[in-house]
């Protein structure tokens, strides 16, 4: 079974702090993503990865950095955190390309105050 | 601009009626489509998929239709069981790519 795991379940942060949220996959895939789900936008991409030390800017990266410097290891940076950042953060993995379904992880629900 | 688009915020229907799950989406470069299905505190998990070439595809009591002139896609669960409750999403990519265009999704109430 597929193993997405992500460092928290709940974050309260400061506006101006950095943060870091950690995404783990055990399956050995080479895709990796980052997404925010806010209500009525729905699941909006920050970054995602396709190999490792690779990164591709997805819809929203303003504001957000990524790293992966292993391949089972994908991390989302926000270098000074801001309100309008409070979201659910998923992360993701897939195998390939295309019509590759992605494996998603519980989420961490991020609070900028 | 969003390209894929769920007009229903949410559904409610009766345990073991027919449920209907509607997406439409602008993007013609769009060759596959999926629906995700997300309980409360959990990520969401691949429900079902279509390639364009298809016009239907069936999965136990899901049913995922495609009208590509319409560029609309539908969900259909038959019957319907307390257990689907939850929150639907449509996606669509391009195969050439690594992007998902998720939709804002349907939050399904099926009561008892």
């Known amino acids: 079974d597929v193993k997405v795991t992500q460092s928290s379940r709940y974050l309260v942060k400061r506006t101006g702090e950095k943060v870091f949220l950690e995404c783990v996959q055990d399956?050995?895939?080479?895709?990796m993503f980052w997404y925010r789900q806010d209500p009525g936008l729905g699941l909006r991409l920050i970054y995602f990865?396709?190999?490792?030390?690779?990164?591709e800017k997805g819809d929203i990266p303003e504001g957000y950095s990524v790293s992966r410097e292993k391949k089972e290891r994908f991390s989302l940076i926000l270098e000074s955190a801001s309100t309008n950042q409070t979201s659910m953060y998923l992360c993701?993995?897939?195998?390939?390309?295309?019509?590759?379904?992605?494996?998603f992880g519980p989420g961490t629900r991020l609070t900028v105050l | 601009d969003q390209q894929v688009k769920q007009n229903s915020p949410s559904l409610s229907v009766q345990e073991g009626r027919i449920s209907i799950l509607n997406c439409d989406y602008t993007?013609?470069?769009?060759?596959?489509f999926l629906w995700y299905k997300k309980y409360p505190a959990e990520g969401p998990t691949f429900l079902i998929s279509?390639?364009?070439?298809?016009d239907k595809n069936e999965d136990g009591r899901f049913t995922v239709f495609l009208n590509k002139s319409a560029k609309h896609l539908s969900l259909h669960i038959v019957p319907s069981q307390p257990g689907d409750s939850a929150v639907y999403f449509c996606?669509?990519?391009?195969?050439?790519?690594?992007?998902?265009?998720f939709g804002a999704g349907t939050r399904l109430f099926v009561k008892a």
């Open positions: 993701a993995s897939s195998s390939g390309t295309g019509t590759d379904t992605q494996y």
């Open positions: 399956m050995d895939h080479e895709n």
């Open positions: 990865s396709y190999d490792v030390k690779m990164k």
């Open positions: 993007n013609s470069m769009f060759d596959y």
């Open positions: 279509i390639s364009s070439i298809k």
């Open positions: 996606a669509a990519l391009n195969t050439g790519g690594f992007k998902t265009i």
